[in-house]
Every structure is written in C-alpha cells, then in structure tokens.
C-alpha cells in the first residue's frame, strides 16, 4: 500500500508539473464554456451536460493516454517494468490518478455554468450527475486505452482520438439536437459510447432525475467500458513499437 | 569455484526477424566487474534485458541467485539493480524524489537522511530538489546510477554507463562504478569503448553478431592470441622491404604512418634504422603500441569494435 501511494503521489507531481497536461485538463475545458457562452448565452443550462460530456470524451479518448504514451516512448516505462512492480498497481495508480484529474474537470465547467451563466444546480442533481459523468469518463478512459495501445506513437492516438472525438460530438446529442440527423445515422447513435453519456448527464443535472431508459444508457457504458479495458489490457505494451 | 551469480545458458533471443543472440552461455562470479564488450547491434542490451526480465528469450534460460527468471522475474527482479542504456526516468520528478520513488517500487523505503546519504555519494546533493530533466548529461547519469542503487542491490546491471558522457564525467563514473564494487556487489556493464573495459572489468565477454566470441580477464585475452605490439614510424620505405625486416609479421602505411606489427619491437626498430639510413630516408615520430582490446576484438572477429556501430 505504502508503494502505491508513493508512486501515486509521483504520478500526480508528473501531472501537475507538465503544461500540456495543465492547459488541456484544467485551461480548456473552462475556454471551452467560455466559447459556447458567447455563442449561445442563453441556453447554457442546456449545453453545460453537454459541454461536460464533450470534456469526459476528449479526456477519456486523448488527454488520459497522454503521459502513459509520453512514458512509453521516453523508455520510462520499461524502467519500471525492470522493477518488481506489478504492472496493475502501476495501471491502477495512473488510473486513479486521471479520473480525479476528469472529476475536477468536470467541477471545474460546472463551477464556470453556475458563476458564469446562472446554470441552475442543486445537491440532488450534483449528486445524480457525478456518479453518471464518472461512468461515462471510465468507458471513454477504456475506449482511450484501445488508441493507445494500437497508435505506434502518440502523435497518431492523439489523431485518431480527435478523429473519433469530432465525430461524436456532432451526432451525439451534444450540441446538435438529434433530430438534425438522417434517419439511419439517427438510428444507430444511441448504442455509440457517448450518446447514453448526454442522457445520463442531462436528466440528472437539469432535472435531478433518472433519465427513463439509464439502466439501458448504463448497460451499454458497461459493455463498451468491460469489453474496451479487455481489450485495452491486451494491447498494453510497455515499449513502442520497434 | 562457487556457484554463479548469473547463469544464462543457451541463450536465443529474436525481435521479429531479426536474430539477437544466437545460444550464448555466461557466467558471472559474485562480487566480480563484468563487462559484455562489443560495437552496437552485437546483442549486449538484448542479453542484458534477458536478464533483466524484460525479453523473453526464445530458448535457453537465466538464473539470478539460482532463481530462475522466466518462472519468478519478480523475485529475480528485486535482487537487481539497473540502468537502462537510455536514462529513462520521469524527468518531471526531482532528484530526491526519483530516488524515493524507485526505492519504493521495491518496497525499500528510504527517509530523507537516507535519500541525502545516497545523493551525496553520487555528487548530487545540491541538485535534491532539482527537476531530472534540468540536469545536465553527466548528472543525469549519475542520478541514473543512484536510482540503480536505490533499493540497496547485491547485483547491479548498467547498460552503456557511460556513453555520450565527456572524458571527466566518464571518469566520474568510473569512480561509482569502482565504489560500487569495493561495497561488495556484482557489476555487469555493457560498453563499446574498449579502454572502458580494460580500466574497469575483471573478466570480459567480447560479443559480435549475437555470439560471445571469448571470455576471460583482459590481460589473458591479450596474452593468449599472442598478438604482436604495433610499431608506428613516419618513414618512407618500400613495404616490401619492411615486411622482410626481422620479426615484422604485418606492415603498412596508414597515412604519412607506416604501421608494421612485430613480437620483438626493438629487434625491429634497429633493423628499421639500418634500412632507412641505407635508403637515405630519416625517422621521425616512432610510437610503441602495445596489444590492447581493439586488437583482440579485430582478430578475433575480423573487422574493428567501431565498424559495425
């Protein structure tokens, strides 16, 4: 345990003290609500869940593999695979140490629709919300994983992610209602990961209730957050690829 | 003799197509200086990461203590200390806290006295609280050996300690690498400068192409290929009149240099005088080499340790 919470508190210091990690957890999720703000101040309400779903998604898919690649390709990963570490306290530490870093993100732009645009929160939709945003960043963190555990190089997994990312956010239900789309594409995007995520989030924070179809939303979140981390544990490489 | 520290035998390593080290045996004696010596691409590193764990070879085995680490890498792990070729620390962390950290992933747990301790063998106190990646080459290096040592290890493995460090920093190192090994601990280094393993190593596996190709100290790998000493003149003569000079098995100009291999230099050397002050030529510069590394490594695969780099 002691090891753990050694190593957890280096991987935080090596979050904290990188720039890049700084500007794109901490910086551009706030620009981000700025940005919508000016463009649609007056449905902020309705665009926070969504703006904090889009946040989840580009964390889950890009910014959380960013050290891990970074260690990878500097050869500090093979460094601890030299040492007695079992590899799932070295995984469960930078896991933890990510999902706070995308729980105070989320905080963060929740903090900026409450100051910033009157976003109408209580306790009992904070409290409904972050259980349902946790969800959705831990599947998105797996689907993530899968990236990184294929791209060569963290230049492509970050390509890739934000291939994946761009495309969600149009058809999800985040900022484009989903009645804008074609009947067929309308069709297939609730079993996509990002999807039930919006719901999940929407209902419990602007309604502080359950949207009507969660245990579906968060069966599927489920299978794609299992069957993603499966997945992900086998692709793992401790080097880059030669 | 007692039993090895380390024991590979028949050691078989491949990546993809490529054949790293074809069935390599090797032993290391507790408490010696070892050094795997060889240009780069010979399979140093790969034999190293054999016994580090970190490859699996695809036949053949190693024991660390008599344990054997394809079947308990993490037991054979904790018994080691390592520094990977490239200084691969979280450059993030200071100094004192890569230390701390290191030593901890080997359930060593070390106060802040301790940590100080440690750094000021390795010329680094100052630099505590001090980014890794603010430091320069030399210091990176030592940290990397104080990262090595960190978890207190009876075997310590260091692959290229010293390259693309300057002269002074290389000595630097040599001093640690000396210190370590008057502490009691067994040192297995890789390097391709072969005054490196001469100053160092007790013993010295000379490995080409996947093979090691010999194995013994320094001065009996020298001794037994008999080689002759190397007599440098600048002088210009007809080669084949130099060849025919007592004792000279080899000659040839390098350059202004005429280079001529002898067993008895200074039978050589006076004949040389005669031949030159019949032919009117003068002498200047001569230069006495004896065998060395180089020469052994040359001889024994045919081509020179820094072709092949």
Redesign the interface.
């Known amino acids: 345990m002691?090891?753990f919470l050694?190593?957890t508190?280096?991987m935080t210091?090596?979050h904290l003290?990188?720039g890049y990690v700084l500007f794109w957890n901490f910086t551009f999720p706030v620009l981000l609500m700025f940005i919508y703000g000016a463009v649609m101040s007056q449905y902020m309400d309705y665009m926070t869940p969504g703006v904090i779903v889009l946040n989840a998604l580009s964390f889950g898919l890009v910014s959380s593999s960013t050290m891990m690649l970074e260690?990878r390709e500097?050869?500090?990963l093979?460094?601890?695979?030299?040492?007695?570490?079992?590899a799932v306290q070295l995984i469960g530490s930078y896991l933890l140490v990510n999902v706070i870093i995308g729980v105070l993100q989320s905080t963060l732009i929740i903090l900026a629709g409450v100051v910033l645009y009157d976003v109408p929160v209580t306790a009992t939709s904070l409290l409904l919300s972050y259980p349902m945003i946790l969800a959705g960043m831990l599947a998105f963190m797996a689907l993530g994983g899968i990236i990184s555990g294929m791209a060569a190089k963290a230049g492509s997994a970050t390509a890739v992610g934000m291939t994946i990312y761009f495309l969600l956010m149009f058809i999800s239900d985040m900022v484009f209602p989903l009645d804008m789309l074609p009947d067929w594409l309308r069709n297939v995007v609730p079993y996509l990961p990002a999807y039930p995520v919006v719901q999940l989030v929407r209902s419990a924070m602007l309604e502080a209730t359950l949207d009507p179809k969660w245990l579906t939303h968060l069966f599927l979140l489920a299978a794609y957050g299992i069957g993603a981390t499966f997945i992900a544990a086998k692709l793992f490489r401790?080097e880059p690829k030669? | 003799m007692s039993k090895p520290i380390i024991d590979a035998q028949n050691l078989t390593a491949a990546?993809?197509s490529i054949t790293a080290l074809k069935g390599v045996s090797l032993s290391v004696e507790k408490g010696e200086i070892f050094g795997l010596l060889g240009p780069n691409g010979a399979g140093k590193s790969t034999l190293l990461a054999c016994v580090?764990?970190?490859h699996k070879p695809n036949q053949g085995s190693v024991h660390i203590g008599g344990i054997n680490v394809q079947s308990d890498s993490?037991?054979t792990?904790?018994q080691?200390g390592?520094q990977?070729q490239?200084t691969?620390?979280?450059?993030?962390?200071t100094v004192a806290?890569l230390v701390?950290?290191?030593a901890?992933?080997?359930?060593v747990?070390l106060t802040s006295g301790q940590i100080n301790d440690l750094l000021a063998r390795f010329d680094l106190v100052e630099k505590r609280n001090v980014?890794a990646r603010r430091l320069s080459g030399g210091q990176q290096q030592r940290l990397a050996l104080a990262v090595a040592i960190a978890n207190d290890p009876q075997i310590v493995l260091l692959d290229e300690p010293t390259s693309a460090l300057d002269p002074h920093a290389r000595r630097a190192v040599w001093d640690i690498v000396r210190q370590l090994h008057d502490e009691g601990r067994t040192i297995v280094l890789t390097t391709h400068a072969m005054e490196e393993a001469e100053a160092l190593c007790g013993r010295i596996a000379i490995i080409d192409r996947g093979q090691i190709v010999a194995c013994d100290t320094p001065a009996a790998l020298i001794a037994n290929l008999q080689l002759n000493s190397m007599l440098k003149a600048t002088v210009e003569l007809p080669l084949d009149q130099v060849r025919s000079l007592p004792d000279v098995s080899n000659a040839r100009y390098t350059g202004q240099h005429l280079e001529m291999e002898t067993a008895r230099p200074e039978v050589t050397l006076t004949a040389l005088h005669e031949l030159a002050g019949r032919s009117g030529r003068s002498i200047r510069d001569v230069m006495l080499r004896q065998p060395n590394l180089e020469d052994v490594f040359l001889k024994l695969t045919g081509h020179a340790l820094a072709e092949s780099n």
Do not use: C, F, H
């Open positions: 002691k090891r050694i190593l508190k280096a210091l090596m003290r990188n260690m500097k050869s500090v093979r460094r601890l695979q030299a040492t007695p570490l079992p401790w030669a | 990546y993809g580090e764990g970190l993490t037991a792990k904790r080691l390592i990977l490239r691969a620390l979280m450059d993030d962390l806290e701390e950290v290191y901890a992933l080997y359930e747990y980014l």
